[in-house]
């Protein structure tokens, strides 16, 4: 029966059908609706359903046991007056986005155009550089605990080779949240495969052309090899703001199960909301920051949006 | 330096030389190349090699100045205390059962959405998907108190079932990177099964689901990983240490054995080692996961 069919299919594949068939009835419709119903049940129960929760719950003292009354702006206005940690969670979140987000994207496209090459090994090397974005979890956290322990870890075995002494990473306020990017930029792997795959899109005949011209290795970096990527670096922006934003586990794992480390210089924003809701219970306050969360992340990618038409180039727009 | 560049420019007439002075270059260019990346995987491997070493090192060799690369003494036997130490054959049935389910799920719900949205028209449609990716936007924790919330309520607290359930319902990459691949599977196989009384439902299942294998498979190891390390659900989710994952375990593990980091690197290893060895047996699809997202966006 279905060797039959599937004859039947290559047989009748390069046939042109009347259009008809296409044709939008609504036994087919419903059958649309069928096929993307498991998704509309999730979204209404386990996304826009808590979402509304959520937005309400935000103005309540909610804490699960007592029943949840309103009170209007109060945890917004608690949040921005009265919690100096929030305000530390905010600049601990801002710091890692603002320097792990350049440095791991512009690592990456190095990597990849490095690995674009076509140098010997290069599937070895692709392989060997992306395993690490592939691990996650708390063996890596532990491994990294490890690594940057003072005296008898790997990194500062290694400065010490070229002759610096490395601080005492993850016990030294200054230094925990560069140590978080250490860590962060080891995997920089998943982002280096987005890059190297839209290299090898990238026309030969460009290169060719630049290089009768004279054109140098830098001059070809940054006047084809980079505009060409342009739509990755803008996705892979866009996507590591939203992560970076929620950074949690690393640093609930790597500072004492969610203490926040030394001087509280590992409390990131989603660890504040976490002790907020499931450690004080004080889950309407938490919901409320949920939300300066949500707006933060919109606006930025609103902005991200309006910005890219700058620089972001696609291919069709010279082709006009 | 500058002496060649000024000798390079001189004999651009000469055809010949021209020629070799640009091999010359493009070989020196690949040979710098390759020695920046022989360096940069010696120092993205080191890391792993120095679990491995830490893993079998006694505890005065790990606490010794300046640190070994290469253990003096490998005691094997760090590994069986480990084991012992903590329910580890335990944490990892209570993994794979969770792991099992949710790949599953999201292969079953991924495949079946993504071929609605991909292959069936309906009204409503573009507006829908677009909510789909949308959703990728909202940052978990602004649900997380709600479901939290939820599952209390329904009794599911210190079940897997918050674990399991939702996978069940698809989710917005997976729907994305399978509908993506669904796209260039040709319509003519869809009109030819029809003629022949297949109902789209047959189709999903006997025609996309083998030709998408790929993708699918994809989809499938990209969950593995996802449930095999999560470590939130779990944490909030899962009171009971019997029904501990292996990523919870490991966390009270580390708690028990501060700065035993000879047992602690054995237990990380031995929890990090099924995603390597699936690494290197299913890279392929590894890869093809994010060339498809570039592939789309780019």
């Known amino acids: 029966m279905q060797t039959n069919l599937q004859k039947n299919i290559k047989r009748q594949a390069p046939n042109k059908k009347p259009k008809r068939l296409f044709s939008m009835n609504q036994k087919e419709e419903f059958q649309g609706y069928i096929f993307i119903a498991p998704w509309v049940i999730g979204f209404l129960i386990f996304t826009a359903g808590p979402l509304l929760f959520s937005l309400y719950g935000s103005f309540t003292n909610f804490n699960i046991t007592s029943s949840?009354?309103?009170?209007?702006?109060?945890?917004?206005?608690?949040?921005f007056t009265n919690d100096g940690l929030m305000w530390t969670s905010l600049w601990n979140t801002l710091y890692y986005v603002a320097i792990s987000v350049p440095l791991t994207t512009a690592g990456a496209v190095l990597l990849a155009v490095l690995l674009n090459q076509n140098v010997p090994g290069t599937r070895l090397f692709r392989t060997i550089y992306y395993l690490p974005a592939v691990l996650s979890g708390v063996g890596v956290y532990l491994l990294w605990m490890q690594?940057?322990?003072?005296?008898?870890?790997?990194?500062?075995?290694?400065?010490?080779?070229?002759?610096?002494?490395?601080?005492?990473?993850?016990?030294?306020?200054?230094?925990?949240?560069?140590?978080?990017?250490?860590?962060?930029?080891?995997?920089?792997?998943?982002?280096m495969l987005l890059y190297?795959?839209?290299?090898?899109?990238?026309?030969?005949?460009?290169y060719e052309a630049a290089e009768i011209d004279g054109a140098n290795v830098f001059r070809k970096f940054f006047h084809i090899t980079l505009p060409m990527i342009t739509p990755i670096i803008f996705f892979d922006l866009v996507t590591s703001f939203i992560g970076g934003f929620q950074i949690f586990q690393e640093a609930y794992v790597m500072s004492d199960s969610g203490n926040g480390g030394p001087a509280n210089s590992l409390l990131f924003y989603n660890l504040h909301m976490w002790n907020k809701a499931f450690e004080v219970f004080d889950m309407g306050y938490a919901m409320a920051m949920s939300w300066i969360l949500f707006i933060i992340i919109l606006v930025l990618t609103v902005i991200n949006l309006k910005l890219a038409p700058r620089w972001v180039h696609y291919d069709g727009e010279d082709r006009k | 330096m500058s002496t060649i560049v000024h000798k390079e420019n001189t004999v651009v007439q000469k055809k010949s030389?021209?020629?070799?002075?640009?091999?010359?270059?493009?070989?020196?260019?690949?040979t710098i190349v390759m020695v920046i990346l022989i360096l940069g995987s010696l120092l993205i491997l080191s890391p792993i090699w120095w679990m491995v070493a830490t893993s079998v090192k006694?505890?005065?060799?790990?606490?010794?100045?300046?640190?070994?690369?290469?253990?003096?003494?490998?005691?094997?036997?760090?590994?069986?205390?480990?084991?012992?130490?903590?329910?580890?054959?335990?944490?990892?049935?209570?993994?794979?059962?969770?792991?099992?389910?949710?790949?599953?799920?999201?292969?079953?719900?991924?495949?079946?959405?993504?071929?609605?949205?991909?292959?069936?028209?309906?009204?409503?449609?573009?507006?829908?998907?677009?909510?789909?990716l949308a959703t990728m936007m909202i940052p978990g924790f602004v649900t997380l108190v709600p479901q939290y919330v939820l599952y209390a309520k329904l009794g599911w607290l210190n079940t897997y079932l918050p674990l399991i359930v939702p996978a069940f319902f698809g989710s917005a990459f997976n729907i994305f990177l399978l509908r993506q691949f669904f796209l260039t599977i040709p319509n003519e196989l869809i009109e030819a099964a029809k003629i022949d009384g297949a109902s789209h439902f047959f189709i999903w299942w006997k025609i996309f689901i083998p030709l998408a294998m790929p993708a699918i498979a994809t989809v499938a190891i990209f969950s593995f990983n996802g449930a095999w390390n999560d470590f939130l659900g779990p944490l909030l989710f899962i009171n009971d240490e019997t029904m501990y994952t292996l990523q919870l375990g490991l966390q009270v593990f580390k708690g028990q054995n501060a700065t035993q980091w000879n047992l602690l690197m054995a237990g990380s290893l031995m929890v990090l080692l099924p995603v390597i060895i699936l690494f290197f047996i299913f890279q392929r699809y590894f890869i093809e996961g994010m060339n498809l997202t570039a592939g789309s966006k780019g």
Request: charged content about 15%.
């Open chain 2, 17 to 30: 030389s021209y020629f070799q002075s640009v091999t010359f270059k493009k070989r020196m260019v690949k």
């Open chain 1, 196 to 206: 190297l795959a839209s290299l090898q899109g990238v026309s030969k005949s460009l």
């Open chain 2, 58 to 132: 006694s505890m005065k060799e790990v606490m010794s100045y300046p640190p070994t690369f290469l253990p003096k003494e490998w005691h094997w036997d760090n590994y069986i205390q480990a084991i012992q130490s903590a329910p580890f054959a335990r944490y990892t049935m209570n993994t794979l059962f969770i792991t099992v389910f949710v790949v599953i799920g999201n292969v079953l719900s991924n495949s079946f959405i993504a071929y609605g949205f991909a292959k069936i028209p309906f009204k409503g449609r573009n507006v829908l998907f677009a909510i789909v």
């Open chain 1, 147 to 191: 690594l940057l322990s003072p005296s008898s870890g790997l990194v500062n075995t290694l400065l010490s080779w070229v002759g610096i002494e490395g601080p005492s990473w993850l016990s030294d306020p200054a230094w925990t949240k560069p140590a978080l990017i250490f860590m962060k930029l080891w995997s920089l792997g998943g982002g």
């Open chain 1, 68 to 79: 949840l009354s309103f009170i209007g702006l109060d945890n917004y206005k608690r949040m």
